[in-house]
């Protein structure tokens, strides 16, 4: 009877241990925010939960006050309340009050949808650009305001599957053209380690264009 009594509240004290440090791991969500800062702090504008990156785990505050983070930057704390940039993964187009985020708050496009690639990893203040994989033959359905590359949150970057004619080669301007009048000139810039797609080529070498800033030439 006492072991069992001794496992029982054993397992409770992991449980209960991992329940704490779950917590100290996660802030409120969105929605459960104001009201957590209600409770904690009586005024939720006083409330924040950020990043200790000195203990590497969330901490919850009401003495700091509201504070203003410019566009690309989030809350944390560093021994004191600072400010940091927004990760790779995410995006902050606009100011960030301390009592709203613990994070920047939009997550960048992954342009993984069928035909897309990455065609700009974005910064801390604008999403990722995609384009379509003119290499598997992908274009866009629609073509995008910049022409080259497009931007998700702003329009709509699917692409499909087109079929060149036969001895003719989708170029990184989306349009088939037959090898003999291959230039390698393009107004958009070709993918990075890119490979002639085989299917129809003829037996020979058809230069790509080499990106430099400002203009591509044939090499």
């Known amino acids: 009877m006492a072991c069992w009594y001794c496992l029982c509240v054993g397992f409770f004290r992991i449980t209960f241990s991992l329940f704490i440090q779950a917590y100290k791991l996660n802030c409120p969500s969105l929605p459960q925010w104001k009201v957590r800062g209600y409770g904690l702090c009586n005024i939720t504008l006083q409330y924040t939960c950020l990043l200790n990156t000195n203990e590497n785990e969330y901490n919850e505050h009401c003495g700091f006050g ?8 989030k809350f944390v704390i560093s021994g004191r309340l600072d400010s940091r940039r927004c990760g790779p993964d995410r995006f902050q187009p606009f100011s960030l009050l301390s009592n709203i985020s613990s994070r920047c708050v939009t997550h ?5 949808g069928e035909g897309q690639v990455v065609y700009s990893n ?3 203040t604008n999403d990722r650009a995609c384009r379509c994989n003119y290499i598997n033959n992908f274009v866009f359905i629609k073509k995008p305001k910049a022409g080259c590359n497009c931007e998700p949150t702003q329009e709509d970057c699917s692409c499909y599957h087109r079929v060149c004619p036969v001895d003719h080669f989708l170029t990184p301007d989306y349009q088939c053209v037959h090898f003999s009048n291959w230039t390698g000139v393009f107004q958009c810039p070709e993918i990075q380690n890119e490979k002639i797609p085989k299917n129809g080529a003829p037996d020979r070498n058809i230069c790509l264009a080499k990106s430099v800033p400002g203009i591509y030439k044939r090499i």
């Open 66 to 73: 509201l504070n203003v983070a410019e566009p690309g930057y």
């Open 108 to 112: 960048k496009s992954q342009c993984n």
């Open 122 to 124: 974005g910064t801390t």
